[in-house]
């Protein structure tokens, strides 16, 4: 009875040992891989609109689609940091051309693709223009549970309904104003 226990042990520990640890260190590598690949499309990406002063569906859409061919679903979130036009002007008795802060609103996702200024928008312009002084800011999220993840969660017992292993962000200041039809 002792060797049957002691066989049937021995059978698991190899079976482990030859099948899920390679499984998991591939998943991992694959998993690296699209990290590594998400974030330098994220950072071409927020270089690429900071360079031309305006967010492009074209460039949307080659983003979007490259994200996608990594085989994962991700979540992209977009805030472009507008630098208002009228910042306030504080005087006082002292120094009364003293100018104020640079002021800034935030525009996001769904006003830059879906609005009706968008890229999507009624107006049909394609492009969302900005100016010198802006920020854009990307971030970017998986939505579904890579197989790493499930092989963690299923050998290790780790339950994280809402982690994501994949993500990426990056930030730019705009150099140029954006034009209608320039580069």
């Not at 002792?2 to 049937?8: A, K």
């Not at 059978?11 to 030859?18: E, Y």
């Not at 990307?138 to 994501?164: D, E, M, R, W």
Request: hydrophobic share 40%.
């Amino acid at each position: 009875m002792s060797d049957t226990l002691m066989t049937i042990i021995a059978i698991f520990a190899a079976v482990i040992i030859m099948f899920i640890f390679p499984l998991m260190w591939t998943a991992n590598s694959q998993e690296e891989i699209s990290q590594t690949t998400v974030q330098t499309l994220v950072s071409n990406f927020v270089n690429t609109i900071a360079s031309k002063g305006k967010l492009t569906r074209t460039d949307y859409e080659d983003f979007y689609q490259k994200l996608h061919a990594t085989g994962n679903t991700f979540d992209i979130e977009i805030e472009i940091q507008v630098l208002d036009d009228n910042p306030g002007k504080k005087t006082t008795i002292s120094s009364p051309n003293l100018i104020g802060e640079n002021i800034y609103y935030s525009i996001f996702t769904s006003t830059l693709l879906y609005s009706e200024d968008g890229i999507y928008g009624s107006k049909g312009e394609e492009e969302y223009l900005l100016k010198k002084g802006d920020y854009v800011i990307v971030n970017v999220k998986n939505t579904n549970i890579t197989l790493a993840s499930q092989l963690k969660n299923f050998l290790y017992k780790i339950i994280g309904n809402n982690t994501h292993t994949i993500a990426a962000s990056a930030t730019a200041l705009i150099i140029n104003n954006g034009t209608r039809g320039s580069i």
